[in-house]
T-cell receptor, first 111, second 112 residues
């Protein structure tokens, strides 16, 4: 069963604007959440994470928001740059640190 | 510092054969995890090893096995290959098991 869902398979955004990627989860035991970025022919690259004790974490252009009551998290990229064009995966784990991934969202940043 | 390395990059096998994939973690990392990513899906957890002990196993048949060596490198073995085993196999390492995982480039396995 899919415990982490990314319902938008693709997102197109203009350079300089905000990209918002969404992720929903069903397992209430998840307490650690991550976003990875993946280019073709490469492995996923860690972007940013958040633990369940926080509702926001920021790192440069990337901000992750966590809404535990809604079991929802989102990744904001501001401003979007052409190099941000990639597949973004949301992942979650409980205290066993086995990652459960969503199916990914392909982001295309238009010049 | 070198990241996670995996070998080989690509592999073609036929049904029923056996395959061994290799992973070297980031220097100093003691935990290795394996994931399978089929086309159009996110990676799925197969195994996690820490200090040469299996810490966890995902929902995969017994045809899948792994081990971790004293230098913390790891091997993933798949026996009696099926067409459905065709996928990108990703290795991730972390300093300890309860830490952020960093991925290698993967091994692309094609089963004909």
């Amino acid at each position: 069963d899919q415990q982490v869902k990314q319902n938008s398979p693709s997102l197109s955004v203009q350079e300089g604007r905000i990209s918002i990627l969404n992720c929903d989860y069903t397992n209430s035991m998840f307490d650690y959440f991550l976003w990875y970025k993946k280019y073709p022919a490469e492995g996923p690259t860690f972007l940013i994470s958040i633990s369940s004790i926080k509702d926001k974490n920021e790192d440069g252009r990337f901000t992750v928001f966590l809404n535990k009551s809604a079991k929802h998290l989102s990744l904001h990229i501001v401003p979007s740059q052409p190099g941000d064009s990639a597949v973004y995966f949301c992942a979650a784990s409980a205290d066993d640190y086995k990652l459960s991934f969503g199916a990914g969202t392909t982001v295309t940043v238009r010049a | 510092d070198a990241g996670v390395t995996q070998s080989p990059t690509h592999l073609i096998k036929t049904r029923g054969q056996q395959v061994t994939l290799r992973c070297s973690p980031i220097s100093g990392h003691k935990s290795v995890s394996w994931y399978q990513q089929v086309l159009g899906q996110g990676p799925q957890f197969i195994f996690q090893y820490y200090e040469k002990e299996e810490r966890g196993r995902g929902n995969f048949p017994d045809r899948f096995s792994a081990r971790q060596f004293p230098n913390y490198s790891s091997e993933l073995n798949v026996n009696a290959l099926l067409l459905g085993d065709s996928a990108l196999y990703l290795c991730a390492s972390s300093f300890v098991w309860a830490d952020t995982q960093y991925f290698g480039p993967g091994t692309r396995l094609t089963v004909l």
